[in-house]
């Protein structure tokens, strides 16, 4: 870079030696020279664009110290050398004091040391420009960073603090005074420790605000000496949202922990109900094929030697053996399909369903002889897939009106409740009959898949109806259970949703 110069003399002679000794030592610079007030003030207007400006103390239009004063007005860090003759030692402190550079005597003895002021005066601006820009640099960092940064005093003071830190504080305690804050408190219990021995130390901080939440803060104090004075320095981190993201992890790694334990549990008990399932249906499948093979066989020894109407009889119940087997097959895919099938609920009316029910019973002759009676609180409506939900109440119905002591007229009532556990949120329909009843330790057993407590000839059916009602409800998110005593009746209820 092109080293220029501006120099004030209105001497031309002291003008040319001065621009002699300059460009004998600074090969390739430019010097402006400038004899009169007029050239000056079209320098001054120009914006003095020179690195640096040489002024005589004693001219005919100024002085050097009005030139000093002018040029550090427009830029205190431009440097001005006085180059004179007539400067007095107080002339030459008083420039000083208004930010001259440097001073050199313009005798022919002195010339040389004018390149060596340029020279000092260039380095010096150098070195206070790069000062300028680092410690520019530093404190714009120190404001935008996201870190809150302070100087305090050893007696717990502030002395210092950036923005982030002053926003920081401000937004939870809604005050700007920093050291009034609850987090200063904190931090000066600290320095009694960091007075005594120690050179770092941490603080860790809660506060619980009603407004903003609690936030939580962490900070580094350092001890530091500060032109030989005791300061500490510290950097403030808004953990706040970290904490809290900690937290959420937290949360979210035991609910999901959770969640795998509660799904292997039910993995486990689905597994188990299979084995039982598969079990008890090969068992009660081939118990009726047994007998179809015992009268076979009776049919191929007595054959010829019996009358043919008992072997007629046989055959008989061969054939109506393998319908049952039938029967129970075709019950059995039922209740399969409903493990499996889709069923979305929808708003199904009670008294819809019960009547729909009835519908299907029409043809069973224990529900033709049966009195049944609907509650007008049926008038309800559940969360239910309609037709699942009207499969389950013809069950229900049906066993009923079946199970009742012989020659007694089965008389049977629907209702409908709200669950009385507060939420009033589900219903309960409840079956209630006049029948035979059930020992209460068979309460559970009768909803398993092909469970029965009488034989075929008491009272007909395959044992899947009630497994048929539960697996249904329970897909439905509902409930089943049944209230009884023996000899009196029983009481088979359904949970659902209220609509
Ligand atoms: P099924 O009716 O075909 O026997 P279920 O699964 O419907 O099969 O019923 C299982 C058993 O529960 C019945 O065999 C019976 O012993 C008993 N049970 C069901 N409903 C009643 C009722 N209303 N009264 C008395 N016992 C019943």
Request: charged share 25%; with cysteine; aromatic share 6%.
């Amino acid at each position: 870079m092109t080293l220029t110069i501006l120099l004030l003399d209105d001497n031309p002679d002291d003008r040319a030696l001065a621009r002699r000794e300059l460009e004998r030592h600074f090969s390739g610079c430019q010097i402006e020279e400038v004899g009169d007030r007029a050239g000056f003030e079209q320098q001054m207007q120009a914006g003095i664009a020179f690195n640096l400006i040489i002024t005589d103390y004693q001219m005919r239009w100024s002085t050097g110290l009005d030139v000093l004063k002018r040029v550090k007005a427009y830029d205190p860090e431009r440097p001005v050398i006085m180059f004179t003759a007539t400067g007095t030692q107080e002339i030459a402190v008083e420039a000083m004091k208004l930010g001259l550079d440097d001073y050199v005597i313009k005798s022919p003895r002195h010339y040389a040391r004018l390149p060596v002021a340029v020279r000092t005066c260039l380095d010096r601006a150098e070195i206070r420009s790069r000062a300028i820009r680092s410690e520019t640099r530093l404190s714009t960092l120190l404001e935008n960073i996201q870190l809150g940064v302070f100087r305090m005093s050893l007696e717990g003071q502030v002395e210092e603090a950036n923005a982030a830190l002053r926003n920081m504080l401000a937004e939870d305690s809604g005050t700007t005074d920093i050291n009034s804050h609850p987090l200063m408190a904190r931090i000066r219990e600290k320095l009694t420790a960091l007075q005594k021995t120690l050179d770092a130390a941490e603080v860790q901080a809660q506060f619980d605000d009603k407004r903003t939440g609690s936030r939580f803060y962490v900070v580094k104090l350092v001890r530091v000496k500060v032109n030989g004075h005791d300061a500490v320095d510290g950097i403030v981190e808004d953990a706040t949202s970290l904490r809290r993201a900690g937290a959420e992890i937290h949360r979210l790694n035991a609910e999901l922990e959770h969640r795998i334990l509660e799904r292997t549990r039910q993995l486990q008990e689905a597994n188990e109900a299979l084995e039982a399932f598969g079990f008890s249906v090969s068992h009660d499948l081939r118990e009726p094929l047994r007998t179809i093979q015992g009268y076979a066989h009776a049919l191929r020894q007595d054959f010829g030697t019996v009358q043919a109407a008992t072997l007629a009889a046989y055959v008989d119940r061969i054939d109506a053996i393998a319908r049952r087997v039938d029967l129970m097959v075709s019950d059995l895919l039922e209740f399969a399909r409903l493990s499996r099938a889709d069923i979305p609920v929808e708003y199904v009316s009670v008294r819809d369903a019960v009547q729909e029910a009835e519908a299907n019973l029409q043809s069973e002759s224990a529900y033709r002889q049966a009195t049944i009676h609907i509650s007008a609180d049926a008038n309800v409506a559940v969360k239910a897939h309609r037709s699942t939900l009207v499969q389950a109440l013809t069950n229900l119905l049906s066993n009923a009106c079946k199970f009742v002591q012989p020659g007694r007229r089965a008389s049977v009532s629907i209702k409908a409740e709200a669950v009385a556990d507060g939420s009033g949120s589900a219903i309960r329909i409840m079956v209630q009959d006049n029948g035979i009843g059930i020992e209460e330790q068979a309460f559970a057993r009768i909803f398993n898949v092909f469970e029965r407590l009488h034989g075929e000839e008491e009272f007909p059916g395959t044992g899947i109806g009630l497994a048929i009602v539960k697996k249904g409800i329970e897909r439905m998110g509902g409930r089943v259970g049944v209230d009884s005593t023996p000899g009196v009746g029983s009481t088979f209820w359904i949970e659902l949703g209220r609509a």
